[in-house]
């Protein structure tokens, strides 16, 4: 990433930061045990959890730190967030919605639509991560979850698939991942895989520094 772009996230980041936390500090937080929770579109709110429940923040809200144990995160259109953090459930980001810090998931998918900005990282252990035209500026990282970089796409920071720990209880055999950086995808940051993995690049991608695996240039058919 050159010095110029970076001065614009960072910029952008502390801007939106900023905004999201004054907006917040006037706003309730809402949490539940059981049962799921909604933020209207376009309202403002604190903190918002659940512990066992689906979290969702309607079009054009704007919260703090969104989280919870059991139950699938879902930000819809041109919402912004601080932060998202679940244990057991998906996470899926609409078009043109923000995420100020990063994504933590566990056993979850995490899947970013079209314009969607991610300023921090992503991570999971279990769950695929799609990248829908989407950009993220703190890296991917997991450790059995396949990965598709969609044309459109922008990841700085690279990718970072972690070693399966001895002793876990995976239920059965170790799966190779699949890794695929498709045509029209922009990837900065090493690729460091610590296992075996399926990395597929398309021809007219640059590939960054990579360690672990050779990657494999394919053509859509």
Not at 85 to 110: F, K, P, Y
Not at 141 to 162: F, P
Request: charged letters at 20%; one cysteine or more.
């Amino acid at each position: 990433m050159n010095y110029v772009t970076r001065c614009v996230l960072t910029l952008g980041f502390a801007m939106g930061a900023v905004l999201l936390g004054d907006a917040a500090r006037a706003a309730d937080s809402i949490s539940k045990v059981n049962g799921s929770v909604r933020v209207e579109p376009g309202q403002q709110a604190g903190d918002v959890s659940s512990v066992n429940g689906s979290v969702t923040i309607g079009a054009g809200a704007t919260v703090e730190d969104v989280e919870t144990v059991n139950g699938a995160l879902r930000i819809e259109d041109r919402a912004t967030v601080r932060s998202l953090e679940t244990v057991n459930g998906s996470v899926t980001i609409g078009d043109g919605a923000r995420v100020l810090q990063g994504i933590d998931a566990v056993n979850g998918s995490l899947t970013l639509r079209r314009g969607a900005a991610v300023d921090g990282g992503m991570e999971n252990v279990n769950g695929s991560i799609l990248l829908d035209g989407a950009q993220v500026a703190g890296g991917i990282e997991t450790v059995n979850g396949d990965i598709r970089l969609a044309s459109g796409s922008r990841l700085a920071g690279g990718i970072h698939v972690r070693e399966r720990k001895t002793g876990w209880n995976w239920g059965g055999e170790p799966r190779r991942l699949k890794i695929t950086i498709e045509d029209g995808a922009v990837v900065e940051g090493p690729l460091h895989f610590e296992r075996e993995v399926d990395l597929y690049v398309a021809p007219g991608v640059t590939v960054p520094p990579v360690t672990g695996v050779p990657p494999q240039r394919y053509t859509l058919q």
